[in-house]
């Protein structure tokens, strides 16, 4: 391929995923950016920040198999991707290390830094192109890669490269695997004040033998019984997650999912003296406890989106109460907090979780590859300006730390 076949590549932006959730919260057509995405590559098929531009919308709009398609078709180009700040010269350089997925598979911290004066450069790690070849100007060096067997390679690897790293290394590669389901029950379920049930990562022949046969769930372990949490062991933001009461809808669940390793654990009832659950998500930036958002639903599996905040002014009044006096919630389950940042080992970390009426901490999952953002509108959520700049303020102080110690 000649010099010249390059003269033509627009310089498009990568852009991340930032701009479309924002387009997504907005209620804007991501069908029509996905279809002005695709006219442009039949014009400029070497533009790789189109390509991974498109899979995220791709990702978005739930089209998983031709997303992974596009994005493989871009990272044959390049794998580093930059997000300037919005003002220059920025104020900070973080190298992001990631990992070829879907929108789950890595910390989208662009989503928390929009519009900031800190340069993003993402690098989508391979075992044969661990780091960026040459290696951009940073100040710290961010693990984004989110926890999942074919992942544990790559992790492993960037443990040995990144040891005497001369910048920091913001969330240590070998501390990544705490994050998985079973393992994190293991590490925080003894700390006092906190209820994370014991999750259990089972085939499906032994799901089966407990549906068609009859077979005790205590086979399986002595403390499990109905209902159980059931979730295939790949799935993120609640796919294919279900409330299973009994035998007849364990079975249910078997035809209509076809996964082959699930995680099952213990249902463990948090809804409050009025009928309704709570669920909110808790930011842990180098230890420190920042509120990110709190749903309030009728129905026990609450996702954000659906469940009804913008719709419903009380819903919303109950959330800034909470948002503006987290001082309250720290001060109810600061030790606990505490210990949780402690031995996940991780600099920035995300827990969803509940309060139980015997006002235990109910720790859903815990990992750092939850969205935390702020884009809803601020007429409709005036109250989660100020919380979510805490937490951009705490990520710019470690960085600010972290640029100090290697100075």
């Given at each position: 391929?000649?010099?010249?076949?390059?003269?033509?590549?627009?310089?498009?932006?990568?852009?991340?995923?930032?701009?479309?959730?924002?387009?997504?919260?907005?209620?804007?057509?991501?069908?029509?950016?996905?279809?002005?995405?695709?006219?442009?590559?039949?014009?400029?098929?070497?533009?790789?920040?189109?390509?991974?531009?498109?899979?995220?919308?791709?990702?978005?709009?739930?089209?998983?198999?031709?997303?992974?398609?596009?994005?493989?078709?871009?990272?044959?180009?390049?794998?580093?991707?930059?997000?300037?700040?919005?003002?220059?010269?920025?104020?900070?350089?973080?190298?992001?290390?990631?990992?070829?997925?879907?929108?789950?598979?890595?910390?989208?911290?662009?989503?928390?830094?929009?519009?900031?004066?800190?340069?993003?450069?993402?690098?989508?790690?391979?075992?044969?192109?661990?780091?960026?070849?040459?290696?951009?100007?940073?100040?710290?060096?961010?693990?984004?890669?989110?926890?999942?067997?074919?992942?544990?390679?790559?992790?492993?690897?960037?443990?040995?490269?990144?040891?005497?790293?001369?910048?920091?290394?913001?969330?240590?590669?070998?501390?990544?695997?705490?994050?998985?389901?079973?393992?994190?029950?293991?590490?925080?379920?003894?700390?006092?004040?906190?209820?994370?049930?014991?999750?259990?990562?089972?085939?499906?022949?032994?799901?089966?033998?407990?549906?068609?046969?009859?077979?005790?769930?205590?086979?399986?372990?002595?403390?499990?019984?109905?209902?159980?949490?059931?979730?295939?062991?790949?799935?993120?933001?609640?796919r294919d997650l279900e409330r299973v009461a009994n035998i007849a809808a364990l079975q249910r669940y078997l035809d209509q999912v076809s996964s082959t390793e699930f995680f099952i654990a213990p249902f463990i009832d948090y809804s409050g003296a009025d009928g309704l659950f709570r669920k909110f998500r808790i930011a842990l930036v180098g230890g420190k406890p920042f509120a990110v958002h709190?749903?309030?639903?009728?129905?026990?599996?609450?996702?954000?989106?659906?469940?009804?905040?913008?719709?419903?002014?009380?819903?919303?009044?109950?959330?800034?109460?909470?948002?503006?006096?987290?001082?309250?919630?720290?001060?109810?389950?600061?030790?606990?907090?505490?210990?949780?940042?402690?031995?996940?080992?991780?600099?920035?970390?995300?827990?969803?979780?509940?309060?139980?009426?015997?006002?235990?901490?109910?720790?859903?999952?815990?990992?750092?590859?939850?969205?935390?953002?702020?884009?809803?509108?601020?007429?409709?959520?005036?109250?989660?300006?100020?919380?979510?700049?805490?937490?951009?303020?705490?990520?710019?102080?470690?960085?600010a730390t972290t640029t100090a110690e290697t100075e």
């Open positions: 391929m000649t010099e010249e076949d390059h003269v033509d590549i627009p310089s498009t932006p990568f852009l991340g995923l930032a701009p479309f959730l924002r387009a997504s919260i907005e209620g804007q057509d991501l069908q029509a950016f996905a279809r002005a995405a695709l006219g442009n590559l039949n014009q400029f098929p070497l533009d790789a920040n189109l390509w991974m531009n498109l899979s995220t919308l791709m990702f978005s709009l739930g089209q998983r198999e031709s997303a992974f398609a596009t994005q493989n078709q871009g990272l044959t180009l390049q794998r580093s991707f930059e997000i300037p700040a919005l003002t220059q010269p920025s104020s900070f350089r973080i190298l992001m290390l990631m990992v070829p997925g879907d929108i789950a598979a890595n910390t989208p911290l662009d989503c928390l830094l929009e519009g900031s004066d800190i340069d993003l450069f993402c690098h989508y790690c391979a075992l044969d192109a661990l780091l960026p070849d040459p290696l951009p100007p940073h100040d710290a060096v961010f693990i984004a890669i989110g926890d999942a067997p074919q992942h544990r390679p790559l992790l492993t690897a960037l443990a040995t490269a990144l040891n005497d790293w001369p910048v920091r290394v913001l969330n240590r590669p070998q501390a990544i695997p705490n994050t998985q389901r079973d393992t994190a029950c293991q590490i925080l379920h003894d700390i006092p004040g906190v209820l994370m049930p014991t999750t259990y990562r089972i085939s499906r022949e032994q799901l089966a033998a407990v549906a068609e046969t009859s077979q005790p769930l205590t086979h399986i372990a002595a403390d499990l019984d109905f209902p159980l949490i059931v979730r295939p062991f790949d799935s993120h933001a609640g709190m749903a309030v639903s009728a129905h026990w599996m609450i996702h954000y989106v659906n469940a009804g905040m913008y719709e419903d002014t009380e819903k919303r009044q109950e959330e800034a109460q909470f948002m503006l006096h987290f001082d309250a919630f720290i001060t109810r389950h600061g030790q606990a907090l505490g210990m949780i940042a402690e031995r996940m080992g991780l600099d920035y970390v995300c827990f969803d979780g509940a309060e139980t009426q015997a006002g235990e901490l109910l720790i859903f999952e815990i990992d750092h590859v939850m969205v935390v953002h702020a884009m809803d509108p601020v007429e409709l959520f005036p109250y989660k300006q100020e919380p979510i700049q805490q937490i951009q303020n705490a990520l710019r102080q470690l960085l």
